[in-house]
């Protein structure tokens, strides 16, 4: 398991467009250039545990522009449970992300406590099997607006 995948919000980001396409779609990494107005070339994630490295700028809050990624880095923390706004829920940033990524069947701080625990390994495993085409195998992107798997252009879920 790749664990630079395992996303410092509690998100997976193998499932993660820009990820996706990086990793396995070149036809999906032209759309994405020509949707963010950016280079083919610049649509690269390794995952967030290696944004700073080499991560997606094309986009004003994700990839190295991400504002969870730049408040970690401020307060000196690797993931957001080690904030203490976070722990009271009192983090608005993180809120708001955990309201969207809902919408996807996706428990972001549940996530982090499983993460937390030391059960990112097993973590993995479920999201990279959760994430994954129902008709194909390939693994999918878990977005609210694409519906066909990029691999067999079927719906990944029916």
Same mark, same amino acid.
């Given at each position: %398991?790749? +664990?630079?995948?395992?996303? #410092?919000?509690?998100?997976?980001?193998?499932? =993660? /467009?820009?990820? $996706?396409?990086?990793?396995?779609?070149?036809?999906? *990494?032209?759309?994405?250039?020509? &949707?963010?107005?950016?280079?083919?070339?610049?649509?690269?994630?390794?995952?967030?545990?290696?944004?700073?490295? *080499?991560?997606?700028?094309?986009?004003?809050?994700?990839?190295?522009?991400? $504002?969870?990624?730049?408040?970690?880095?401020?307060?000196?923390?690797?993931? =957001?449970? /080690? =904030?203490?706004?976070?722990?009271?829920? +009192? =983090?608005? @940033?993180?809120?708001? %992300?955990?309201?969207?990524?809902?919408? @996807?069947?996706?428990? @972001?701080?549940?996530?982090?406590?499983?993460?937390? &625990?030391?059960?990112? *390994?097993?973590?993995?495993? /479920?999201?990279?099997? #959760?994430? *994954?085409?129902?008709?194909?195998?390939?693994?999918?992107?878990?977005?609210?607006?694409?519906? $066909?798997?990029?691999?067999?252009?079927?719906?990944? $879920?029916?």
């Amino acid at each position: %398991m790749d +664990r630079r995948l395992i996303g #410092r919000c509690g998100v997976y980001c193998g499932a =993660c /467009e820009i990820h $996706r396409a990086y990793k396995d779609s070149p036809a999906l *990494r032209v759309s994405l250039a020509q &949707k963010h107005n950016c280079e083919v070339g610049d649509v690269v994630c390794e995952g967030c545990q290696q944004v700073h490295a *080499r991560g997606w700028a094309g986009h004003p809050e994700w990839g190295k522009n991400c $504002r969870v990624l730049k408040c970690l880095a401020q307060h000196g923390f690797r993931f =957001c449970f /080690e =904030c203490p706004d976070y722990v009271l829920e +009192r =983090c608005q @940033l993180h809120s708001e %992300m955990c309201a969207s990524y809902a919408l @996807l069947e996706e428990d @972001l701080r549940g996530n982090l406590e499983r993460i937390k &625990k030391g059960e990112s *390994r097993t973590w993995l495993a /479920e999201q990279d099997k #959760r994430w *994954r085409c129902v008709h194909c195998g390939g693994p999918i992107v878990a977005s609210h607006n694409l519906y $066909r798997c990029h691999h067999c252009n079927q719906h990944p $879920r029916y």
